[in-house]
């Protein structure tokens, strides 16, 4: 009962920053007050985490929530306190890759902030997915209503002590990524997602323009569904060959690691099921430790690059 009239009072108030836009010159003074003083709230409590990484692709479906969530789990087992955030309004998922069912509420506090929930092996999480009753409510959000709230998870989310925070992002160049990459005081920089096809490969381009010309280092790419280890030894190509390694090339930006495509990931993920816990020996498992060690290592010792883009 008490967690119903948590996620009411979350709802509600989402709802009311939309409408407050409306109105005469005063509500639109309010409203600007209240945008700074959230704007100051949100650098403050992103200055309290080390390290801050988007991930990131362009493309749709080519695995970001899954390699998001893979890496927040390897992360805490080598050590690191994480927190995901997540910032697909319009199709959030990785609630669920983390084993929380849509639905299951945040903790909502007197003082207005929210506590995230926390997953297995201690990875703390926000996604509006947690806030909606169930999955087939879709937020139908114009730019300001989506800046407005992430603006509010920015500032309101009580990470605690936390190392890492990752934010997994929606397909696109659009408004979660440009508020993200203009409003996250000091983030460490964007991790770049694709399979290995010719497609996927010139949409990531987009990715990597759109960071250049926000100014923001890419801490390296990943190529997810890289290929798939047959039963009997051979390995298939299945999206073809060299998209991650192309881009990389091009750009100067890290390789970081391949990712095969195992069937099991998909059971995990539909089955709430973290696939990195479940079979910790698999290929994708080692290859996700490998990469997240790389990630330490580029994050911490301060070496990600702004990638050079060519202005047309
Ligand atoms: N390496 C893999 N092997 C097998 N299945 C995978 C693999 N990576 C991701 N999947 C599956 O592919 C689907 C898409 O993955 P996911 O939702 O992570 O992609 P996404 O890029 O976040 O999508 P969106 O653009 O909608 O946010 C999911 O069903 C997931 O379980
Ligand atoms: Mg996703």
Redesign the pocket.
């Known amino acids: 009962m008490q967690k119903d009239a948590d996620k009411s009072l979350r709802m509600d108030h989402y709802r009311k920053s939309g409408e407050t836009q409306a109105g005469g010159y005063k509500a639109v003074a309010d409203r600007m007050k209240e945008i700074a003083k959230q704007q100051a709230m949100a650098t403050a409590n992103m200055m309290k985490i080390k390290y801050k990484l988007a991930i990131m ?1 362009s ?9 998001t969530s893979s890496l927040a789990a390897a992360l805490a087992v080598l050590g690191r306190k994480v927190g995901v955030l997540d910032l ?1 309004f319009h ?1 959030p ?1 990785i609630h669920k ?1 983390l084993g929380i069912p849509t639905g299951h509420g945040m903790l909502a506090r007197m003082d207005g902030t929210v506590d995230p929930i926390e997953a297995p092996p201690g990875i703390k999480v926000a996604s509006i997915g947690l806030l909606i009753p169930k999955d087939d409510v879709a937020l139908i959000w114009r730019g300001p209503i989506k800046a407005g709230a992430i603006r509010e998870l920015l500032a309101y989310v009580n990470w605690g002590p936390l190392e890492y925070l990752l934010v ?1 992002l ?2 696109g160049t659009g408004d979660e990524h440009l508020t993200i990459a203009q409003s996250v005081p000091k983030l460490s920089g964007f991790i770049l ?1 694709t399979i290995p096809s010719e497609v996927s490969k010139s949409v990531v381009k987009k990715a990597v323009a759109f960071i250049g010309k926000m100014k923001v280092p890419i801490v390296g790419i990943i190529e ?2 890289s290929y798939f280890r047959c039963p009997h030894g051979d390995t298939i190509h299945i999206f073809g060959k060299g998209a991650a390694k192309d881009i990389a090339e091009e750009y100067d930006i890290p390789f970081l690691g391949a ?5 099991r ?2 059971e995990c ?2 089955a709430g099921k973290i696939f990195f816990l479940e079979y910790p020996e698999s290929e ?1 498992a080692q290859a996700f430790r490998d990469i997240a060690r790389k990630i330490m290592e580029t994050v911490e010792e301060g070496k990600a690059k702004i990638p050079e883009i060519e202005e047309e």
Do not use: E, H
């Open positions: 692709s493309k749709g479906g080519v695995g970001k929530s899954f390699v697909d199709g998922s890759m997994d929606p397909p997602v997810n569904m990712i095969p495509i195992d069937p990931i998909r993920n539909d994708a």
